[in-house]
């Protein structure tokens, strides 16, 4: 915390000081928007310090924040720090940050920083992070929105960056338009619930809800397009069709930007509406998380198996993944018993994180083999990466045996806690779904693995990758390892935090 | 939450540790262009891992109750898991066979695997602390992990060494082996829910189960056991995964990973669904027996010698459930004999067979005879473990087959009948491939060239058939240590563990 501005600012009778993270990054983003203005394009990598130097600024706000441990309601309850918000925030830091050393190489070479175009790229992708942070606090459904949008914008234009490449257009209007759509879909449930409950902040909607005292029948209509429009953005089945287009359309750092942190942020968008918000109505939002979750699996799974393209490959992927994660969403409550909730959420939780540091790896080690003029993105193109290079092989294959939930690897915990949740409610039949959908998914990981060991080299180029890169991809790969063998305390990092939402 | 180690130096995590450790520095520092470094380094490596698990077999105590060189210390609080490791007469024999087998695979691989030496010395490292892992695990979320962690080693060995169809078999072994115990992982969950949160083994074996969930979670098991051990009608990986593999992952996997199911059995199934298990045998026993005689005549029709060591694998482990589920203490201890007995014979087997493919690159049996001509030594060797493999007495092969068979006519007559055609069988198929493979005229020009056993492999052949030949003639300090465990397993197993109505 920030004692100064907490004293200066008191006077408003608004506590600033939870904000701080966010004032600074607002600030900060401005700033470096001005300087890149005055930068020539050879010192664009002054721009990349500044920008990482923001996120290490954030995350040591953010940490003192987490490490108080307190839950703090600001701006007339629109905004909450609590240590679930702060270790979401942490590992978005995390995220983003490892995105911006994946992609500055790439994103260099695919002219997406020079000509007409500043350091954006760096600055839209804070902006994106920002729309994270306020929709991760968001305790009232308009900055949750605004949260949203904030992050989608930037994101938009974040994909359409490479104006002059078809396929990036194209997956730029489609991201858009159903964007667009799902956003719509979003603010019209939020309206039904203000309109049920007459109130848009969420632990007022808790209360009423809870109190049977609003509209049952409109509160439902309004669920419905609320889960709708975060299964948009989550991409979960049905509601998935941008997602493999955009993923193999964007480019790749772009991917990681929207493929990666985001989900951390939806993640606890869920948690604040449906579960702080309309816990009550849980009966009635599991059944249709339970759909998505079972047809996100089977879709997801049947599907990456088709795909030559590792870009759609790991988009589909990334369906069925959060596929797992809304199983976890929907083990909370079970016969009006919550007993199960933080255990469950923090599960979810915990494989949200897990997802989004797998799948970091993933793509950074897809730009990694990506140069100038060139795009590793089918399958094969990772053929004989063992001989190219013994050690990001080892890297991409401790990933892929991640997501295929293989011990040793973080994935199996994150599995492993999932499943439990499943079981623990008597779900028998759901957790052996997602065990048997996990053996299919286990097939087309195991092939991007034998691309790799087995298959002879085609494409023999020396692999150049600068050092911040290769620096962060194997601390990544080390990190994923590590979590699996030693995931105690981050676990138990989520199960307090969820316990502490819960309970506030 | 309190830590123990019952005995300094901690052997047990010596050795599963030692191995994987120094796999990684295999992998990190070994370079096809330092070869012989990477060699002698892997040799070193699986060396100083045998090393720690010697004093386990000489300080074990055969008259004690419950899990010795106990190591216990919190791993993943939040769920209650331990890192839980100790080995009773069960397991005891497994971890120092696995530590051996893995030297002798580090010996084998020496002149022949030319490329890629570092990952294919830190590939079986990494997998040796893996598979002992699997032995000494009392915690049974450390045992899956355990037990999972082995398929990827074992995927890459085979896909990146075997032979032209390696892709085929590696797919197939690993997606085969995963499928099974993703079903064991939804029984150790309720295991864990419904003994309040626990995952220590020894805690499950006391829980009360009804009929139902101990049908349910026998079968569970069954599914990743079976296709471990393999059972009939789930063996049809390993023929193919033994056929591709490399001489070392032939080797590793008869010798080791078929008896990380034959010891699941042992470790789960029996004592936590005793009742499923009594009422479950007749079907185990069945298929068993499928196992011992359909496979034995499908061995001996087969034209490759890799394909009927290997189904004589599968054969000789039929041997090993059927000992398991006739309750008696025979049978059992035959069982687990059996199994230590088979990991020698059958590594040396497929070393045998790794020594030919070397000189003449074929598998086909047609492809030789007369070998005995070129190289004697290499002849002699062959017939003691074709005999050892039909169960010749004094050989170890033949201990473990006569107390199942023993069990077998106790448990009832015609079932021991039945089992003892393997004796018929085994000999038939063992003797036949070597009378055409080895004896006779030469066969053809290249049979003519072969050179005879250098001293490497002279070696290793030679230490196996000392401890054949020591295990068939003096068995007891195997079946010693073994009788105190079996015999509390039995007990325990007689016990209902339906709760009292």
Redesign the interface.
């Known amino acids: 915390m920030n004692p100064m501005m907490n004293t200066t600012l008191s006077a408003a009778s608004i506590n600033m000081a939870p904000l701080s993270a966010e004032i600074f990054l607002v600030v900060a983003s401005c700033a470096i928007l001005l300087i890149d203005m005055f930068l020539k394009e050879g010192k664009r990598n002054i721009t990349y310090v500044l920008s990482l130097l923001t996120l290490v600024g954030c995350a040591v706000i953010t940490w003192a924040d987490f490490n108080a441990g307190t839950t703090t309601y600001t701006f007339f309850n629109m905004f909450v720090s609590d240590p679930m918000a702060n270790l979401l925030k942490l590992f978005t830091y995390l995220a983003v940050g490892i995105t911006l050393v994946y992609s500055r190489q790439y994103s260099a070479d695919r002219g997406m920083m020079s000509g007409n175009m500043g350091g954006e790229f760096y600055v839209l992708a804070l902006f994106t992070m920002l729309g994270q942070m306020i929709m991760i606090s968001g305790n009232n459904m308009l900055p949750i929105y605004l949260g949203l949008e904030l992050m989608s914008l930037s994101l938009y234009a974040l994909v359409a960056m490479r104006r002059d490449h078809a396929i990036s257009t194209e997956a730029a209007m489609k991201y858009f338009i159903l964007g667009s759509l799902a956003s719509g879909f979003m603010l019209y449930g939020i309206s039904m619930v203000y309109g049920a409950t007459g109130s848009l902040d969420i632990t007022t909607i808790a209360k009423l809800t809870a109190a049977g005292a609003s509209n049952q029948t409109i509160l439902k209509f309004g669920l419905v397009f609320i889960v709708a429009g975060m299964a948009f953005k989550l991409g979960a089945v049905p509601f998935h069709m941008w997602v493999p287009d955009v993923y193999q359309g964007s480019p790749t750092g772009v991917t990681l930007l929207l493929g990666a942190a985001p989900k951390l942020a939806s993640f606890a968008m869920m948690i604040r509406i449906l579960v702080e918000g309309l816990l009550p109505m849980a009966m009635h939002w599991q059944q249709m998380l339970l759909a998505l979750a079972v047809l996100s699996l089977a879709v997801g799974n049947l599907t990456a198996i088709a795909q030559s393209n590792i870009k759609r490959m790991l988009a589909y992927s990334t369906i069925a993944q959060l596929g797992f994660v809304l199983l976890g969403m929907m083990a909370g409550v079970s016969n009006d018993n919550a007993a199960n909730a933080a255990q469950a959420y923090s599960a979810s939780m915990y494989y949200s994180i897990t997802y989004v540091l797998t799948t970091l790896g993933s793509f950074g080690l897809v730009m990694m083999l990506a140069r100038s003029g060139f795009e590793a993105e089918e399958i094969a193109d990772f053929k004989g990466l063992?001989?190219r290079s013994?050690w990001y092989a080892?890297v991409m294959?401790v990933l892929m045996?991640s997501l295929a939930g293989?011990?040793?690897m973080m994935g199996?915990?994150a599995k492993?806690?999932v499943?439990?949740a499943v079981?623990?409610t008597g779900q028998?039949w759901l957790?052996?779904v997602a065990?048997?959908f996990?053996?299919i998914g286990?097939?087309y990981y195991?092939r991007v693995?034998?691309t790799i060991?087995?298959d002879e080299v085609v494409d023999a180029s020396p692999i150049s990758t600068p050092v911040d890169m290769r620096v962060a991809l194997s601390l990544n790969g080390i990190l994923v390892v590590l979590l699996g063998v030693m995931?105690?305390s981050l676990?138990?990092a989520c199960?307090s935090a969820m316990t502490q939402t819960l309970g506030s | 939450m309190q830590s123990t180690i019952s005995t300094l130096p901690p052997y047990l995590s010596l050795s599963v540790w030692l191995p994987i450790i120094f796999g990684m520095i295999v992998l990190a520092v070994g370079r096809d262009s330092k070869a012989g470094f990477t060699r002698v380094l892997a040799l070193i490596g699986s060396v100083v891992s045998f090393l720690p698990t010697i004093p386990l077999f000489t300080q074990f105590s055969n008259s004690a109750h419950g899990p010795q060189f106990v190591e216990k210390a919190a791993w993943i609080e939040r769920f209650n898991i331990h890192y839980y490791l100790g080995i009773d007469g069960l397991s005891l024999w497994f971890v120092p066979l696995t530590a051996f087998i893995t030297i002798i695979v580090v010996i084998s691989a020496w002149q022949v695997i030319e490329e890629r030496v570092a990952q294919y010395m830190g590939s079986f490292l990494i997998l040796s602390g893996l598979m002992i892992g699997v032995f000494v695990a009392l915690d049974g979320l450390l045992f899956y992990f355990f037990f999972e962690a082995t398929l990827i080693p074992m995927y890459i060995i085979i896909g990146v060494f075997g032979g032209p169809n390696r892709v085929y078999a590696a797919f197939k072994f690993f997606l085969y082996t995963f499928f099974g115990s993703l079903l064991t992982l939804v029984a150790i969950i309720y295991l864990y829910n419904k003994s309040g949160g626990s995952f220590d083994i020894l805690a499950w074996h006391q829980l009360p189960l009804t009929m139902t969930e101990q049908v349910l979670i026998f079968l569970a098991f069954l599914m990743a056991f079976a296709v471990k051990v393999p059972m009939w009608p789930v063996h049809t990986w390993l023929p193919d995964a033994h056929v591709e593999a490399p001489t070392g992952g032939s080797v590793v996997l008869a010798a080791i990973m078929l008896k990380l199911g034959g010891y699941g059995f042992l470790r789960f199934s029996l004592p936590i669904a005793p009742d499923a298990s009594h009422y479950l045998a007749p079907m185990i026993i069945v298929l068993s027996l499928i196992a011992v005689i359909y496979i034995g005549l499908v061995a001996m029709v087969q034209k490759d010698m890799k394909k009927l060591v290997a189904y004589s694998s599968i054969a000789h482990m039929g041997f090993v459930t059927l000992g398991f589920f006739i309750f008696n203490e025979i049978g059992v201890q035959g069982g687990i004999v059996q199994m230590i007995s088979h990991g020698f014979v059958s590594g040396a087997m497929f070393l045998c067979i790794g020594v030919l493919y070397d000189r003449m690159h074929s598998r086909e049996i047609a492809d030789y005879g007369g070998v005995v001509n070129r190289m004697p030594k290499f002849a002699a060797f062959s017939v003691l473990f074709a005999m050892a493999n039909c169960g010749l007495p004094a050989t170890s092969g033949f201990v473990g087959e006569f107390m199942v068979i023993l069990g077998a006519v106790k448990f009832n007559f015609w079932t021991g009948l039945l089992a003892a055609t393997a004796l018929i069988l085994g000999a038939a198929y063992s003797l036949w491939m070597v009378k055409r493979v080895v004896f006779g005229k030469v066969g053809n020009k290249h049979v003519a060239e072969l050179v005879d056993l250098n001293g490497r492999e002279f070696f290793m052949l030679g230490v196996l058939a000392i401890l054949t030949i020591y295990m068939g003639l003096y068995p007891a300090p195997f079946t010693d240590s073994l009788q105190v465990s079996v015999a509390d397993l039995l007990q325990h197993v007689s016990v209902s563990k339906l709760p009292m109505h």
């Open positions: 063992a001989k013994p080892i294959t045996f293989v011990p040793p199996f915990m492993w806690a499943l439990q079981v623990s028998y957790a052996i065990v048997l996990s053996l286990a097939f195991l693995v034998k060991w087995f995931p105690g676990l138990q199960l």
